[in-house]
Structure formats: C-alpha cells, structure tokens
C-alpha cells in the first residue's frame, strides 16, 4: 500500500482563507519535509520536521512522529499560495525520501 | 550559493537515442539523489550518491539507466536507447549529509518522441 497519504488530493480556497493539509505515513519515519512545487517550478523545501511545530511566516508544520503523522496549515493564503505541496519521509529511516501524491492547491482572488 | 543546478534544462531524444542529464549538487553536499517525477507515478528514488560512490540504486531501471559521480561538483543520469515511457522530470537533490534535509534542482525535462 502507499507509504505516504496525502490528503486533500485537491483544495480550492478563496484568498484569505486558511488551508490545512494533512500527511500521513505507514512506516517509521525519523525525518520528514513538506515541499512546494509551483507548476513547472521545481520543489522548494518549506520544512524538515522530524517532530514537533515549526513556523515560517504563514505557514506552520506540526508532525507526531508515534502518531505518523503531519500537518500543513496555511493561514490568510494568498493566491501566490497555488501550487502543489509534498510531503515526504525517510521510509525506514533510509537516506531516500518516499513522496506523498500531494495535495494540489487553487487559491482564487 | 546557486542551489543545485541542472542541466540541460529541457531535452528531447528520438525513441532509442542516449539521453545524459548532468547535476551539480550544492558546494560542500556530499550527498547526491536522483528521482524521476511523472504525471502518473508521481515522485520515485532512482538512486544515491555519499562522498561520490554509489550507496543505493534501488530505484533505477536495471537495463539502459546508469549514474555516476567522477567528481564532487557533479554527477550524471545516463539513458541508454531511450524509450517513450522514459519521458519524465529527472530531479536531482543534494544534502549536507546522508540523513538531512534535501535540496532540489530545477529538473531536466525529458522528451522521448
């Protein structure tokens, strides 16, 4: 089965109004990234977050690492938010990332 | 710092030409990962580099898909006798270390007509 559950598959949002993405994960994991990919663009990474709660501006990642899971929230999004965000985890605590199936999201005017 | 640089940025193969895709890794990055990123599978591992040798091709094509690091400012996906299904972003990624955060390329988009 996948490793990496990313849910919305998809979210449209209207500008101003707050997003929460969800990663979930079937193995252990002892490092986990949340990305962004703007359409054609290439993947920035907005947080390694093994565990706990981190933020950047508008953005919060909290992950529960015995729980396998975590969470993305956008807060005032912005339509410079569109795009698709990955989550991603080291499946087995090996070097390689395994990638979620993303969550593509449309932030409109 | 430039980030990880790919080249060529776009390249289109006929059906069973090579295809050779270069990636310079961050300075100082002495791990080097390829994946391939399509429309249907998504994101897959290919293969990875730690201090210039190979550690793990798990995720590479057994036949026509080969990769090497000869230096530590680059490393190259080599397609033999490319094939359509070949048609994909190749993303090459470095880290600080093995286990750290990974750092993205912009991507070679590869077209196999």
């Known amino acids: 089965g996948q490793q990496v559950q990313q849910s919305p598959a998809s979210l449209v949002l209207q500008e101003g109004e707050n997003a929460e993405l969800q990663c979930n994960f079937s193995?252990?994991?002892?490092?986990l990234q949340w990305f962004y990919q703007h359409p054609g663009g290439r993947l920035v990474s907005l947080f390694y977050?093994?565990?706990g709660t981190k933020h950047t501006g508008r953005l919060t990642s909290t992950t529960v690492t015995n729980e396998r899971r975590s969470s993305l929230h956008i807060s005032s999004s912005q339509t410079t938010d569109s795009g698709t965000y990955f989550c991603a985890i080291d499946h087995n605590a090996g070097a390689k990332l395994t990638f979620g199936g993303g969550t593509r999201l449309t932030v409109r005017p | 710092n430039a980030g990880v640089i790919q080249t060529p940025r776009h390249k289109v193969t006929g059906k069973g030409q090579e295809a050779t895709l270069w990636c310079e890794p961050i300075s100082g990055h002495s791990a080097v990962f390829w994946y391939r990123q399509t429309i249907v599978q998504g994101l897959e591992f290919l293969t990875y580099?730690?201090?210039?040798?190979?550690?793990?091709d798990s995720g590479m094509p057994k036949e026509r898909f080969s990769a090497q690091m000869p230096n530590q400012s680059h490393s190259t996906l080599k397609i033999q006798s490319t094939q359509p299904q070949d048609s994909a972003v190749y993303l090459c990624a470095s880290s600080l270390v093995s286990y750290a955060e990974q750092f993205f390329g912009p991507g070679t988009r590869l077209t196999v007509l």
């Open positions: 193995s252990t994991a002892t490092r």
């Open positions: 580099f730690r201090n210039q040798a190979p550690i793990d």
């Open positions: 977050n093994p565990s």
